[in-house]
T-cell receptor, first 114, second 110 residues
């Protein structure tokens, strides 16, 4: 059974700093790993998706890496801004139920201090 | 814009009542999944439908049921509501291994 863990549960950093969010998963037989952002009271916004054959994906100030052998993924946010404040969730796709069940971590609540 | 719409966005029900949540996804997205997200937790997989048949279920009791229709809409039904059913319910449709989420339906059970 896949299990996904995110550490830390909460993080506060001053504006402008670079930061790393961590995600670990127990079963390396995943199809992909996805990072989501969730603002308070809102749904999920997909940030980055890394296929199992890839090592990293980049979008603007965001960079996500995937190391299947160690069961880890990181989300790197460069030059943080107050608008980055949100909860960040990682989710592994598979291996249960074919390739279409996501297993989520409990998220990291990020606060960027102006 | 994910192309997945959910309704209603917010609702309040009384313990013991029944609720139906609705989801509409894009044409061609034959798989729909439902997730429950309790406050402060990550979403938990409820079940998945493919071409109108349930083909996977998480650790949820039978009072959670669903339907998928040929027009790419779907429903989540919850009977005999309990206080712990209060959560955000998310619908997700799939095309290939890309998953698209709706904004969710907030259910409060009092």
């Amino acid at each position: 059974k896949q299990e996904v863990t995110q550490i830390p549960a909460a993080l506060s950093v001053p504006e402008g700093e670079n930061l790393v969010l961590n995600c670990s998963f127990t079963d390396s037989a995943i199809y992909n790993l996805q990072w989501f952002r969730q603002d308070p009271g809102k749904g999920l916004t997909s940030l980055l998706l890394i296929q199992s054959s890839q090592r990293e994906q980049t979008s603007g100030r965001l960079n996500a890496s995937l190391d299947k052998s160690s069961g880890r993924s990181t989300l790197y946010i460069a030059a943080s801004q107050p608008g980055d404040s949100a909860t960040y969730l990682c989710a592994a796709l598979g291996p249960d139920f074919g390739n279409e069940k996501l297993t989520f971590g409990t998220g990291t609540r990020l606060t960027i201090i102006p | 814009e994910t192309g997945v719409t959910q309704s209603p966005t917010h609702l309040i029900k009384t313990r013991g009542q029944q609720v139906t949540l609705r989801c509409s996804s894009q044409s061609g997205h034959n798989t729909v999944s439902w997730y429950q997200q309790a406050l402060g937790q990550g979403p938990q997989f409820i079940f998945q439908y493919y071409r109108e048949e349930e083909n996977g279920r998480g650790n949820f009791p039978p009072r959670f049921s669903g339907l998928q229709f040929p027009n790419y809409s779907s429903e989540l039904n919850v009977n005999a509501l309990e206080l712990d059913d209060s959560a955000l319910y998310l619908c997700a449709s799939s095309f290939g291994n890309t998953i698209y989420f709706g904004e969710g339906s907030w259910l409060t059970v009092v």
